[in-house]
């Protein structure tokens, strides 16, 4: 252990302390940094080399060269207070290149490793509120990740990626992801057909070169004897010593929901391998998940008072047998060469895919007077979501006149398809909610022919250039352009009904400029764009069929900013963005023929601020941090012009502060508390009811001790501490989601 011993040393001197972090994988180690020793050496002095060549003496063997796995285990120990301390370590996948963000013209968020494990969010909208500018959608009755950025965004939209690839399982946060990133604004460049709001990429852990591991055990509870449990296993370390390494993480839940009925079950396996070799990085992971989630699409709002329904925020609307179960699998493979000092080639490949089933009680009309609620007995059989993504590219530097050229350049090609076998839809009964009787209507079994094989198949196929131009140490100009080509087929029924068909190509420009006025200062510009055929699975009126005549959405931003990263201790964005999105389909009668005619004539924009910062500020106290100011509405459109774009917060916000208490006490205690607001929201796209503001407050605990010589650490959770009611999002007046009540839970994790 006397080469780990100086090697800590090193690595912890400013000095050795990067290099370390650009040849090793990210780490994680609880052991105290050994004091630092200055290692003796037969050159010391004259009079040692004397004394080692005098007869009789015994020359004192040279140290012994660290093992990789006692390098890894160093250059842990050396970032551990940095994760402690919520610094942001940006993934390479994020913007395909491991560029410092200060050098880079597009601002990215960071939820650091420490602040998921310390929040224990429930699912990626709930990981998010640290971010700015982002709010819930239509979560398909809390089944499915639905975050809105910069006023764009909807579930199932392609912009959930892992490790820079694109998912189609519903939640993508689980016990395998180690942080998340936002990259904000249109994102086409790099990673094609999307929303102009930007992409969320959630970063996996990864096998690690030293011998170590994690158990937790976690119970939790609702009020009125809603209780739960889940357990985590994480164990990573080296096989044999040519850099090869493994990981496995297994994590279980069973889990009460917190209104009057519902039940949430989870199973997650998720092995990976990686290698490290000299100049080769093989990376192969993959996740077997399966679930039963409570289908829960939430309350209704009285459309003449447009308040909520007065009746306890517990009461559900529907019946017990409201679930959605299913299964995914996950697989991924990159390979990373280096080829030269600067030089490098990355390739990847990434399969995933949900099946599912679903049953619910569908809410299609409410008397807030009478109790009397209308509802359809509607379910879902044989749904499958399956992406096929691959990308290869190459990136390096290289001089010309006398200026350095970063260039990245490649190319991707993705296949999606999202199909739905058999929608059933079966009147039934009414129900009075005000004096509720469960039990009484069963599922629904009769299969709608018309509504059924509801298929959206997306293809594309692209590739991209850009280069970062530097005219000075300071002063650098980017360029770029993405060339794509894509078709898309979507339809339903029995027979099939084709309302999408269409194919075509675009040629998307990026340009922006960085100043770094310091090396914790920088000011960056850019201008991006996007693009999103449109679409859609159900006939439009008249029969027309959306194809290759009708022109895709289009998004233009322009935006700026400020980057800062306050020695490596506190960093973070400010920016100002106005984003306009073209070509939203819109309706229009043609009085002559008595039809509505469809075209591409909409216009929305987005026009805002965002502030994010996350980090130290002392010794003791670390904080993350937003502020977001979002004025999203309807530019041109002969019905909604002039309205806010639906559930598209003006105003939001959010600070977690935690203070460590370090070495003061016989363990480490670390205290947590913040809260995030987010203001009023139109709840329909007609503006015609609003979901009210709320501000939702959270608290943690953590003491880490040992026993028996092994690390375990103890920690409370305290989510919604005031219990307070609010409505984070809605898909219609008769579908509001309700926010988690009180959730109190403790855990212990042993590591060793």
Do not use: C
């Amino acid at each position: 252990m006397a080469g780990t011993v100086a090697l800590l040393a090193d690595i912890l001197s400013p000095t050795s302390s990067a290099n370390a972090q650009s040849t090793l994988p990210a780490v994680t180690v609880d052991a105290p940094a050994p004091k630092r020793k200055r290692i003796r050496t037969t050159a010391d002095s004259p009079r040692q080399v004397g004394a080692a060549a005098t007869p009789g003496r015994t020359v004192p063997p040279a140290r012994a060269e660290p093992t990789r796995s006692e390098r890894a285990a160093a250059a842990a120990a050396a970032l551990t207070e940095a994760k402690l301390g919520y610094r942001a370590m940006p993934s390479a996948t994020t913007l395909r290149s491991g560029a410092s963000p200060l050098d880079t013209s597009q601002a990215v968020n960071v939820v650091p490793e420490q602040v998921l494990k310390d929040q224990l969010p429930r699912n990626l909208d709930d990981a998010l509120i640290n971010v700015s500018g982002i709010t819930q959608t239509n979560t398909l009755a809390g089944t499915q990740d639905a975050v809105i950025r910069r006023g764009f965004g909807d579930n199932r939209d392609g912009s959930i990626m892992r490790n820079g690839m694109p998912l189609v399982q519903g939640r993508s946060l689980n016990a395998a992801v180690e942080s998340v990133e936002v990259l904000k604004g249109p994102a086409s460049l790099l990673y094609g057909i999307m929303d102009p709001g930007g992409i969320v990429n959630t970063i996996s852990k990864r096998p690690e070169l030293y011998q170590h591991g994690s158990i937790t055990l976690l119970g939790s509870a609702y009020a009125n004897s809603r209780t739960g449990a889940d357990g985590t296993m994480d164990i990573t370390g080296p096989i044999g010593n040519g850099g090869l390494a493994y990981r496995f993480i297994g994590y279980g839940v069973s889990e009460d929901y917190w209104r009057n009925f519902g039940r949430h079950r989870e199973m997650l396996v998720a092995p990976s391998l990686a290698w490290y070799g000299d100049s080769t990085t093989v990376q192969l992971n993959y996740e077997h998940r399966e679930f039963i989630y409570p289908f829960d699409r939430g309350t209704a709002f009285d459309s003449t008072t447009k308040a909520p329904l007065a009746i306890p925020a517990t009461r559900r609307l529907d019946e017990p047998f409201n679930n959605m179960w299913g299964r995914s699998e996950l697989i991924q493979a990159s390979v990373e060469q280096k080829l030269s000092e600067g030089w490098k080639i990355t390739a990847a490949y990434s399969y995933n895919t949900e099946t599912y089933n679903a049953n619910q009680l569908r809410i299609t009309s409410v008397d807030a007077r009478t109790g009397v609620e209308k509802r359809s007995d509607d379910g879902t059989s044989g749904a499958l979501s399956r992406v096929s993504y691959g990308t290869s590219y190459l990136q390096g530097g290289f001089w010309l006149g006398g200026l350095r050229n970063d260039i990245l350049v490649g190319g991707d090609a993705q296949y999606r398809t999202i199909y739905r076998q058999d929608m059933i839809r079966q009147a039934t009964a009414s129900f009075n909610f005000y004096n509720p009787t469960y039990g009484l209507v069963q599922p629904g079994t009769t299969v709608s022919a018309s509504d059924s094989d509801q298929t959206d198949k997306l293809g594309q196929y692209s590739l991209f250039l850009q280069d970062t131009l530097h005219l000075t140490e300071r002063l650098a100009l980017v360029a770029g352009v993405r060339y794509m080509d894509y078709e898309q087929l979507a339809g339903k029924g029995r027979p099939f009904v084709t309302n999408t068909n269409l194919a075509g190509d675009k040629a998307l420009p990026l340009g922006g400029a960085i100043l770094k006025l310091n090396e914790q200062l920088s000011l960056y510009a850019s201008y991006t764009q996007s693009l999103k055929p449109s679409s859609t699975i159900a006939p439009l009126t008249g029969g027309v069929v959306i194809g290759s005549n009708v022109a895709p959405e289009e998004g233009t931003s322009w935006e700026t900013g400020l980057k800062f990263d306050i020695d490596q201790r506190l960093s973070g964005t400010v920016a100002i963005y106005d984003i306009d999105k073209r070509n939203v389909l819109v309706s229009q009668l043609n009085t002559a023929t008595g039809l509505t005619e469809y075209s591409a004539a909409g216009k929305v924009r987005s026009r805002g601020v965002e502030v994010d910062a996350t980090g130290k500020l002392s010794d003791h106290w670390s904080m993350i941090g937003s502020y977001g100011y979002t004025d999203a509405r309807v530019i041109d459109d002969p019905t909604y012009a002039g309205n806010k774009l639906q559930n598209v917060a003006l105003n939001t916000a959010s600070l977690y502060l935690v203070y460590d208490f370090g070495t003061a006490l016989p363990g480490r205690l670390r205290l947590g508390a913040g809260a995030r607001y987010v203001g009023d929201r139109p709840g329909d796209a007609a503006n015609s009811f609003v979901l009210p503001s709320y501000v939702v407050a959270d608290i943690f605990a953590t003491y880490e001790t040992r026993y028996q010589n092994l690390p375990l650490i103890y920690q409370l959770n305290v989510k919604n501490l005031f219990d307070t009611v609010y409505y984070p999002s809605a898909n219609s007046i008769l579908t509001v989601a309700m926010g988690d009540a009180r959730r109190v839970s403790l855990s212990a994790t042993v590591k060793f």
